[in-house]
């Protein structure tokens, strides 16, 4: 037993000595809907490491609010964690173009109503633009999988492929 734990000390050893990157990042939003008097608030760190040049494992947590307005509409709150493989595509000393890869799972309290658990499984893609040698602008466009009762998307429960300003998120990254 001893001499297995060895050779797993000395694999991850020898697996992170290899310059590996761990990077860290997200977004964050606020958004004040005037017609209906609400505000919406959320952040989602985003965090992962690099396993090679074009493979990358992370994930994200999220947390969103969205305050009460005049018209009815009910406080809520939702968390969210999914995890993801990143396969980086193309990439020149600028640009580099991936694809995510991941499920979401999700749960959305309203007040005075049930939590809705929900989940979203399918491929984002995505451009990472590189400002400084750590530090990279990411913007994620569209959606194609299924999604059921998921928080952002409330309302679009189904399967298919979405390009719309309701998918767009951009955020950084810091490489270290």
Not at 22 to 33: A, E, F, K, Q
Not at 160 to 167: A, I, P, S, W, Y
Request: aromatic share 14%.
């Amino acid at each position: 037993m001893k001499k297995l734990f060895l050779v797993i000390a000395v694999v991850m050893t020898a697996v992170c000595a290899q310059a590996q990157q761990m990077y860290l990042g997200g977004s964050i939003s606020l958004w004040r809907n005037t017609d209906v008097d609400r505000t919406s608030f959320s952040i989602a760190p985003d965090f992962g490491y690099n396993l090679n040049e074009r493979w990358a494992v992370g994930g994200e947590l999220a947390l969103a609010f969205n305050g009460k307005g005049d018209n009815g509409l009910q406080r809520s709150t939702a968390f969210a964690i999914a995890p993801y493989a990143r396969y980086s595509y193309y990439e020149n000393k600028v640009i580099r173009l991936f694809l995510d890869m991941g499920l979401g799972f999700s749960t959305y309290k309203e007040k005075h109503h049930d939590s809705v658990n929900g989940f979203e499984i399918g491929l984002k893609p995505g451009l990472a633009i590189k400002l400084t040698e750590q530090l990279s602008l990411i913007t994620k466009v569209g959606f194609a999988g299924y999604r059921d009762d998921y928080y952002k998307n409330s309302g679009s429960d189904g399967f298919g492929v979405m390009v719309d300003g309701e998918n767009i998120s951009i955020g950084i990254d810091w490489e270290f």
